[in-house]
């Protein structure tokens, strides 16, 4: 299995950004996609969840209304749209996959993290 996250960055606030997460070595289609983001000192939280086939989405209260998670499964990709962005959502950015191999459970993976700076 293998997740690369891309499309971080340094933005002002108020700024948007879009992050890609390519995976590969199972099957996405079926899989839940999630964000999660992990600030200096704090403890990692997620940020967008998004399930394999029928693409239901769930967000933290943080960000509802400023991100969206979207996936291609034709390009076994998920996207993160991230607008009006705050100071406080500087952090590194984990793509996590909750794989399955066809309809079986393989586990769960992570990506390597790309770091998003807000700041002026």
């Known amino acids: 299995v293998q997740l690369v996250e891309s499309g971080g960055g340094l933005v002002q606030p108020g700024g948007s950004l879009r992050l890609s997460c390519a995976a590969s070595g199972f099957t996405f289609s079926t899989s839940t996609m999630s964000w999660y983001r992990q600030a200096p000192g704090k403890e990692r939280e997620m940020v967008a969840t998004?399930?394999?086939?029928?693409?239901?989405?769930n967000y933290a209260d943080s960000v509802k209304g400023r991100f969206t998670i979207s996936r291609d499964n034709s390009q076994n990709t998920v996207y993160l749209q991230m607008g009006s962005l705050k100071p406080e959502d500087t952090a590194v950015y984990f793509c996590?996959?909750?794989?399955?191999?066809?309809?079986?459970?393989?586990?769960?993976?992570w990506g390597q993290g790309t770091q998003v700076t807000v700041s002026v």
């Open positions: 998004i399930t394999g086939i029928y693409k239901n989405t």
């Open positions: 996590k996959a909750e794989a399955r191999q066809d309809r079986d459970i393989k586990g769960d993976y």
